[in-house]
């Protein structure tokens, strides 16, 4: 491989393009694992400012269905290596009822295979894919799959508190390479488990409702009198099986409330949070619950959990929040760890396939 007579005197320059960006948890993980990104596309134009003012990239507003090779081409300039990833966007399968959820699967699907259209257009030298991880099970996938005529290629449902993700989050995480088959497989660095302490425990308390005058994204919402009752009655790790009868909602009454265990719940300290959803800052959305403060967890934690720096910018300062835009663009993220897994672990694989 001599795209460059330089890549043999110093190391390859690997350049990305980040299709379905977000706010840039992918993106920033990827360079802090050793790529350069050059672009980032999303449709959301929310995602505009956080994107360019945490990342040294271009955010392109594009519907990636409709986008063009040609309009990826000119950020891979000067590329040794070119990468192409991309996260199409779809929510849990437990979201929906079984028709509803593939209703909206059945639309997202065009997403995917306008990646593996984009991905045939432009021959990058790597491909990277982050996912559900029912979309392995789905046809569609095997259809990607085949799309990728001469590329070797690895994938895994991962686990990414395994990586140091502090949260019981899988998702599907595919590699694939022009290069060969060397080394074409996710790191497993030995890290010690993140807890749920070591993440947001350092940030100053605030009560619900409230909002951190230093950070405007350390802000709670309000509850009601009932949940802020049925929060004081949860524990750490709990749900609202801990409650007395008085706090119980009239679906927990029925014997069909014993398939939402998970509702209501507090965090525990000592171990990972649950999987950060675009709901996360509801209480009663899941065990989003604060380990010892009566709240729910606050934006800014839910970034974190997400590991994103406690300095990123998600919107202008002085600016208003919204709490369903702001989840919205925070659950929907990329991890940042597992971004820079992804490329260290791409660096690793063109390094052996360089010296």
């Known amino acids: 491989m001599s795209r460059n007579s330089s890549s043999s005197v110093k190391p390859p320059r690997i350049v990305g393009v980040d299709l379905f960006c977000g706010v840039g948890g992918l993106t920033h993980g990827l360079v802090r694992g050793g790529i350069q990104v050059s672009a980032g596309i999303d449709i959301d134009t929310s995602c505009k400012f956080p994107f360019e003012a945490n990342n040294s990239a271009v955010f392109l507003e594009r519907d990636v269905g409709k986008l063009k090779a040609e309009e990826i ?5 000067g590329a040794d290596i070119t990468l192409l ?12 009822s079984q028709s509803g959820r593939n209703r909206f699967y059945e639309s997202q699907w065009p997403l995917v295979l306008a990646f593996g259209r984009l991905i045939r257009k432009t021959k990058p030298d790597l491909v990277t894919m982050e996912n559900v991880p029912q979309l392995a099970d789905h046809p569609v996938f095997q259809q990607f799959l085949k799309g990728l005529v ?5 994938w895994q449902v991962v686990e990414c508190s395994s990586i140091g993700v502090p949260q019981t989050r899988k998702r599907l995480v595919l590699l694939a390479s022009r290069l060969g088959s060397e080394g074409l497989e996710l790191s497993r660095e030995q890290v010690q488990r993140a807890t749920v302490r070591e993440t947001i425990g350092a940030l100053s308390p605030i009560k619900a409702g409230e ?19 049925r929060i004081r009655a949860s524990r750490p790790g709990g749900t609202w099986r801990d409650w ?27 171990q990972p949070a649950p999987t950060i959803t675009t709901q996360c800052f509801g209480y009663g959305n899941g065990r989003f619950g604060h380990p010892e403060q009566d709240r729910a967890i606050s ?9 994103f720096p406690k300095s990123y910018a998600f919107t202008p300062p002085g600016s208003s929040i919204k709490f369903n835009k702001m989840g919205r663009l925070i659950g929907n993220a990329v ?11 791409l660096v690793a694989h063109v390094q052996a396939h360089v010296r």
């Open 73 to 77: 081409a000119p950020f891979y300039e």
């Open 85 to 96: 990833a991309g996260c199409a966007p779809c929510q849990p399968f437990s979201t929906y």
């Open 150 to 154: 001469g590329y070797k290629k690895w």
């Open 211 to 229: 909002r951190d005058p230093k950070d405007q994204l350390h802000a709670a919402p309000s509850l009601s009198a009932l949940n802020m009752s």
């Open 244 to 270: 007395p009868d008085e706090l119980l909602a009239s679906c927990h009454r029925k014997d069909t409330g014993a398939t939402y265990p998970s509702v209501y719940g507090r965090m525990e300290w000592d």
């Open 299 to 307: 934006l800014r934690e839910a970034a974190m959990l997400q590991t």
């Open 335 to 345: 991890p940042v760890r597992l971004g820079e897994v992804i490329a260290r672990s």
